[in-house]
C-alpha cells in the first residue's frame, strides 16, 4: 500500500541475525523504521499499540546483541511483543495481528521458535526464565539449542507477587539470568502501590549506571543527565541509601535506570551485561509507554488498547453502539447503590476502566481500590473487609480471576465471606484468543459450598444481579456478564432483588424445553424462531443461578417435556452438570427424559471473531436449533428421507 511507511533498513531484516550487519547508527534508523510499522500495522488491525512502541529500541537492541531462538527471550506482558514480531520472521503477518488464523497478540510458542514461552497473563517471565536457565545448566534438550534466558518484564506486571517469588529464588540459586524491568511508569492505567513509588525514587534520586564490573564497563556510555549523577549514586549505595537495594537483597546485580529510548545507552549496557554477566541480574529500563505517536503518548493509558485508527489524527474507526455496554451497566449500577450504603467498596487488579471501577473511583476516590496487577492479593483484601463489615466488590476479569482461585476457596468461601464477585469478559472474548476466554469460573465457582452464582443473560439481568449481590450478607455471591453491549433490552430504573435460586420462564411450548443460563439467551430466542418456522415451539427458561439451582423450575421442565437442553458460555463441569446432577438424583433419567448439555468444547480455542468463536463452539444460534431438531429425531428423519 502506498501509504505504508518507507523502511529501507527493516526491509532487509528478515531474522534477527541480519540485525548484526548494521551500524549502530543503523540501527537506530531500523528502531525508527519499526515504530513506524508497528504504528501502520495497529492501525489497520487493533490492538495494544502503546507497551510495544515503549519497547521498539529496546527490541532492536536485543535482538541485535543477542542471539535468538538460542537465547530465550521472554516478553512480560507480551502485548509489549508487536515489534519482536516483526523482527523475528513474521513482519508478512504482522497485518493479520489478532484476527481468525492470524497472528496472535501475545508470544505464543506454537508460532515462532522465537517465542519460548507465551505470556498473555502478567508477571510470569521470571519464573519461567529461571526455568530456560536451569534447563540449559541441566543440559535439558532444546531444538533451538540453550544461550541465555532473558526476562523483559514491564508494563505493571512487577506488581505482582509472582515476580518476587521467582527472584527471591533466582537469587538463591545464582544462575546466570537477565531480567530486564521496562519501567514505563504505567499497566494498563497509572501504576499503584511501594513498588512504583519505589522505582520512581530510583529514577529521581539515583541516577547512575551500575555498580563494580558492570558499572566501570558503561558508564562513559550514558546520556549526560546521567552520567551528572553517577558519583553521587554509588556514594549512595555505599551507604545503604538508595538504588537498587531491594533487588541487590533479592540477590541480583543491579544496572540502572538506563534510558530504554537511547540507543547510545542501550547497546553497550546489553553489550557489557552479554560479555561480563555472572548470576542473576537486573537491568532498569525507564521507557515511555506510546513514544513516538503522539496521540497514544496523549491518551491517559498511553494507547494501552485501541481499535483501528486512522495514522495520522488517531481517531479510532468504532461501530456505533446500539446498547449499553455490560461494563458500563455494572459501573453505573455500582455507583448508585454505593450513594445509597456506605459499606460497598470495590477492588480492581489494574483495571479500572476495563471493568467500570472508574465511575466508582471518581465519585467514591476513598472507597475504590486497585491493587496493580495482584488477584490474589485483592480477593483475600476483599475477604478481610467483608470481615471488617464492609460489602466488597472484587471486578476482576473471569480469565484473571483464575489467578487467585486459592484465595477464593481459603481466605473466601471457607469463611463464608461476602465478597461480592462482579466476573466481567465471561465466555469467549474474540480478538484476546484462548487465554483470555471467560470459560471456566462458572465450574470453578459452583462447586464451592456456600457460594451463589449467577449469570446475566442481558444488561437489564445485570442491574438486578448487581442489586442482589449487594444486599447479600449471607456469604460469597458472583454474577458474571460477558464482553461487549448487551440486547437492547429496556432497562428498569432500579435494580430489582432477586429471590436466590429462582430463575425466570420466558415462554411456555411444548416437547422441548432450553433452560439458558447467561447471555446465550439472545441465541436462544433466534434458535427458536426458526424452530416455530418449523412447527416446534420450545419452552424457554433463563435459569439466573447455578448455585444454587432453581431445582422446582428444573424438574417441572422435565416432568413436562419430553427433551431439555441447557446451554451455557462455560466449560464441560459448570451449570449442565450440575442439572445432570440434580435430574440424576432425583430419578428423572429414569423415566426416559432427553437430556443435553451444549457448553464449551474441552479444548483452547484460538482467536477470531465472538461470533466465528462460539461458531467453533457450536453456540450459536443455528447450533442451538441443531441440537433441538436432533434431540426430537427431526434431524435423523430428514438424513433418512
Request: proline share 5%; glycine share 10%.
Amino acid at each position: 500500500m502506498s501509504d505504508r511507511p518507507q523502511t529501507p533498513l527493516l526491509d532487509r531484516v528478515h531474522t534477527p541475525a541480519d540485525l548484526k550487519a548494521f551500524s549502530d547508527t543503523e540501527l537506530r534508523q531500523v528502531a525508527d523504521e519499526l515504530r513506524a510499522e508497528t504504528i501502520s500495522a495497529v492501525s489497520e488491525t487493533g490492538g495494544h499499540l502503546g507497551a510495544g512502541l515503549g519497547v521498539v529500541e529496546l527490541s532492536v537492541a536485543l535482538h541485535a546483541v543477542w542471539d535468538a531462538p538460542r537465547d530465550k527471550i521472554v516478553w512480560d506482558v507480551s502485548h509489549q511483543s508487536y515489534p519482536h514480531k516483526i523482527l523475528t520472521g513474521r513482519r508478512d503477518r504482522i497485518r493479520t495481528l489478532r484476527q481468525k488464523d492470524g497472528l496472535s497478540g501475545f508470544t505464543k510458542r506454537s508460532e515462532s521458535p522465537y517465542d519460548p514461552f507465551g505470556a498473555a497473563h502478567s508477571s510470569t517471565s521470571i519464573s519461567a526464565s529461571l526455568g530456560f536457565a536451569v534447563a540449559r545448566d541441566l543440559n535439558g534438550a532444546s531444538e533451538t539449542g540453550h544461550g541465555d534466558a532473558i526476562a523483559v518484564i514491564g508494563d505493571g506486571a512487577m506488581s505482582a507477587g509472582m515476580a518476587y517469588e521467582a527472584m527471591n529464588h533466582a537469587g538463591h540459586l545464582g544462575k546466570r539470568l537477565i531480567v530486564i524491568l521496562n519501567d514505563n511508569e504505567m499497566s494498563i492505567a497509572p501504576p499503584v502501590g511501594a513498588m512504583s513509588s519505589y522505582l520512581s525514587r530510583l529514577y529521581a534520586e539515583a541516577p547512575f549506571h551500575s555498580l563494580k564490573d558492570v558499572a566501570k564497563g558503561a558508564v562513559s556510555f550514558l546520556p549526560e543527565p546521567f552520567r551528572e549523577g553517577a558519583r553521587r549514586a554509588k556514594d549512595m549505595i555505599k551507604g545503604m541509601a538508595v538504588g537498587g537495594t531491594l533487588f541487590e537483597a533479592l540477590g541480583f546485580s543491579y544496572i540502572g535506570p538506563i534510558d530504554g529510548h537511547d540507543m547510545e545507552s542501550l547497546l553497550p549496557v546489553l553489550r557489557t551485561v552479554k560479555a561480563r554477566a555472572d548470576g542473576p541480574i537486573l537491568i532498569h529500563c525507564i521507557t515511555k509507554k506510546g513514544k513516538g505517536y503522539a496521540p497514544a503518548e496523549g491518551r491517559p493509558d498511553r494507547g494501552h488498547a485501541t481499535a483501528k485508527f486512522d495514522v495520522s489524527s488517531g481517531e479510532q474507526k468504532k461501530a456505533a453502539s446500539n446498547a449499553p455496554a455490560y461494563t458500563k451497566v455494572f459501573g453505573q449500577t455500582l455507583v448508585e447503590l454505593a450513594e445509597e450504603d456506605s459499606r460497598i467498596c470495590a477492588v480492581t487488579a489494574a483495571m479500572p476502566d476495563g471493568t467500570g471501577l472508574n465511575l466508582m473511583a471518581e465519585r467514591f476516590p476513598s472507597r475504590c481500590f486497585d491493587v496493580g496487577i495482584a488477584e490474589q492479593h485483592g480477593v483475600t483484601f476483599c475477604a478481610g473487609l467483608a470481615a471488617g463489615g464492609m460489602r466488597p466488590f472484587a471486578a476482576i476479569y473471569s480469565t484473571f480471576l483464575q489467578r487467585g482461585f486459592d484465595q477464593v476457596v481459603h481466605d473466601v468461601a471457607i469463611q463464608r465471606l461476602p465478597v461480592r464477585f462482579a466476573i466481567d469478559r465471561a465466555g469467549l472474548v474474540g480478538a484476546d484468543g484462548a487465554t483470555h476466554a471467560g470459560s471456566y469460573d462458572v465450574a470453578y465457582l459452583a462447586n464451592l459450598p456456600g457460594f451463589t452464582v449467577m449469570a446475566a443473560a442481558d444488561e437489564a439481568e445485570l442491574k438486578h444481579m448487581v442489586a442482589t449481590a449487594a444486599a447479600h450478607d449471607e456469604g460469597p455471591i458472583a454474577f458474571r456478564y460477558p464482553r461487549g453491549e448487551g440486547m437492547g433490552v429496556e432497562m428498569p430504573e432500579r435494580g430489582e432483588i432477586l429471590e436466590i435460586g429462582k430463575g425466570r420462564m420466558i415462554r411456555e411450548g411444548a416437547r422441548v424445553a432450553i433452560l439458558s443460563y447467561g447471555a446465550r439467551l439472545k441465541e436462544v430466542l433466534q434458535a427458536a424462531e426458526a424452530l416455530e418456522a418449523r412447527g416446534i415451539h420450545p419452552t424457554i427458561a433463563d435459569a439466573r443461578f447455578a448455585k444454587p439451582l432453581d431445582c422446582e423450575l428444573i424438574l417441572g421442565l422435565a416432568r413436562d417435556h419430553e427433551a431439555l437442553v441447557t446451554i451455557e458460555e462455560g466449560a464441560i463441569g459448570g451449570f449442565g452438570s450440575h442439572v445432570a446432577q440434580l435430574l440424576a438424583e432425583e430419578g428423572v433419567f429414569d423415566t426416559g427424559l432427553k437430556y443435553r448439555s451444549m457448553v464449551l468444547p474441552d479444548t483452547f480455542i484460538d482467536q477470531a471473531s465472538p461470533a466465528d468463536m462460539y461458531a467453533v463452539a457450536r453456540l450459536n444460534a443455528s447450533d442451538i436449533e441443531a441440537k433441538v431438531l436432533d434431540v426430537l429425531g427431526v434431524a435423523r428423519m430428514e438424513k433418512r428421507a
